[in-house]
C-alpha cells in the first residue's frame, strides 16, 4: 500500500468515528443486537385497547388542587387502606414491611403515624373484620391474617404446589369466606411491570375458607388480576384486571353462581376497589391510557423496548391522569377524580374526603369531594 493509500485509509477509518455512522449507526446496530438477544417476549393482548369510551356524567380533572398529605416522610409507598371507624384509624401497608395506623383527624397536621407490625414482605391489599383482625395479601409472604395483639399467621401462600408470586388484592364476605388474587405466577412484586410489558395472562383468583382452610381457584388465565370488592349485596365479587382496564363480577349466590360477567369497562389501569357502604365502588387508578400506553398496547415491540429500557436503564415514568372512578352497583360511573400527574393505587370514602394511597408516594392524599365536587360534563 502507497503512503497516499494509507493516508486514505486511516482517514477514512477515522471518519467512520467522527461522523453520524459511529455517533448514530453504530449505537443502533448494538440496540438491534441487544434486542434480538434478549429473551423477554410479549405478545399480543387479546382484544384491541383505545382511546376511552367510558362516559361518565361528573369529573374534576385536577384531583391534585386542593388535595392534602396525610402522613408525608412517614410512609413508604401505601398502596391500600382499611379504615378502622371505631378508633378513628386508617391501616395502609409499606413497600418497607411495615402495616402502619394513621390517625384520621379534622387537620393532616394532627394525623400521627404509627408502626403497628411488620409482616417482613411487601403488604398490599387490606381489609379489616369487625373483632380487629387485619387480613393481609402479602406479595412476598402470602395470604396474613393479623391478631389485634399483632400476631401474624400464614393462612395460604400457593396453590396445589404452585407458590404466589404476587399476592395482591383481598376481601371478605359476610359468612367469614376470603376472596383474593395473585396478581402474577410469574413475577414477583419488584418485576410487576414486566408482567404488565409481557401481556400474557398470569392472574389468578381465588377464595379461601378459614373454618376449612381450604383454598379454591376460582378464574385464572387474568391480565395482572389486581383489587378485590365483595357485593353489598353478597352475591357476587368484583376482581380488577389492571391490563385489559376492566373489572369483572364473580357470582358467588344465586342461579350464576361460579360464572363470570363484565362489571365494568375503565378509563384506565385499575389497582384496588372499595365499596363505600353508601352505593358505590371506588376503583383506583394508577394511569389512564396514555398515548404511549395505547401505542405500547398495540405493538409488543414497542413493550420489549420499554422492558429493556427498565431492565438496563431505569424506570420509565408513563402514568398519566391516574385518580378514583366511581361507580354504582351496577357498575356504571358516576364520578371521575383525576389530574395530569396523579397514579394511585387505593381509594376509600372517609365522610366527605377521598383517603387515597400510592405505591408511588410518602403519603396518603385526602380530597375533598365537597369542597372539590366533579362537575357535570354536559
Known amino acids: 500500500m502507497s503512503s497516499s493509500e494509507s493516508t486514505n485509509a486511516r482517514t477514512r477509518t477515522a471518519s467512520w468515528f467522527s461522523t453520524p455512522f459511529f455517533v448514530i449507526v453504530l449505537p443502533v446496530a448494538v440496540a438491534a443486537l441487544l434486542y434480538r438477544l434478549e429473551p423477554f417476549k410479549p405478545v399480543l393482548l387479546p382484544v384491541q385497547l383505545g382511546r376511552s369510551t367510558v362516559a361518565v356524567p361528573a369529573r374534576n380533572g385536577h384531583m391534585q388542587d386542593g388535595s392534602e398529605r396525610v402522613g408525608e416522610g412517614h410512609l413508604e409507598g401505601p398502596e391500600d387502606l382499611a379504615y378502622d371507624a371505631a ?15 394513621v390517625t384520621v383527624n379534622d387537620s393532616v397536621v394532627d394525623s400521627a403515624v404509627e408502626d403497628w407490625v411488620n409482616t417482613g414482605g411487601r403488604p398490599l391489599g ?13 406479595a412476598e409472604k402470602g395470604l396474613l391474617r393479623v391478631s389485634s395483639e399483632k400476631e401474624i399467621e400464614l393462612l395460604v401462600d400457593e ?3 404452585l407458590k404466589f408470586k404476587l399476592t395482591d388484592g383481598v376481601d371478605i364476605a359476610d359468612d367469614g369466606t376470603i376472596y383474593f388474587t395473585d396478581a402474577s405466577h410469574k413475577y414477583p412484586v419488584k418485576d410487576a411491570v414486566f408482567d404488565v410489558l409481557e401481556g400474557k395472562p398470569n392472574g389468578r383468583f381465588f377464595s379461601y ?5 381450604k383454598t379454591t381457584l376460582l378464574a385464572q388465565d387474568l391480565y395482572f388480576a389486581n383489587g378485590v370488592a365483595v357485593s353489598a349485596d353478597q352475591q357476587f365479587v368484583v376482581f380488577c384486571e389492571s391490563v385489559l382496564m376492566r373489572c369483572n363480577k364473580y ?14 369497562d ?11 357502604g353508601q352505593g358505590h365502588y371506588l376503583i383506583a387508578m394508577f394511569t389512564a391510557l396514555s398515548p404511549e400506553l395505547e401505542l405500547a398496547y398495540r405493538y409488543p415491540f414497542i413493550r420489549k423496548a420499554f422492558a429493556m429500557f427498565t431492565k438496563y436503564v431505569g424506570s420509565l415514568s408513563i402514568s398519566k391522569n391516574g385518580g378514583v372512578l366511581v361507580v354504582d352497583l ?25 383517603y387515597a394511597g400510592s405505591i408511588f408516594y410518602p403519603f396518603v392524599t385526602r380530597f375533598d369531594v365537597e369542597k372539590y365536587p366533579a362537575l357535570p360534563t354536559v
Open 126 to 138: 387490606l381489609v379489616l373484620k369487625p373483632n380487629g383482625e387485619l387480613i393481609v395479601a402479602d
Open 209 to 213: 375458607n378459614p373454618a376449612t382452610k
Open 159 to 161: 396453590f396445589e404446589g
Open 251 to 264: 357470582f358467588v349466590l344465586g342461579p350464576k353462581t361460579g360464572t363470570i360477567e363484565k362489571f365494568c
Open 330 to 354: 351496577e357498575g356504571k360511573p358516576t364520578a371521575h377524580y383525576y389530574d395530569p400527574k396523579l397514579a394511585l393505587t387505593s381509594a376509600i370514602k372517609i365522610g366527605n374526603h377521598i
Open 87 to 101: 378508633a378513628r384509624v386508617v391501616y395502609t401497608g409499606c413497600e418497607d414491611g411495615w402495616i402502619k395506623r
Open 266 to 276: 375503565l378509563p384506565g389501569m385499575p389497582d384496588n376497589i372499595h365499596y363505600d
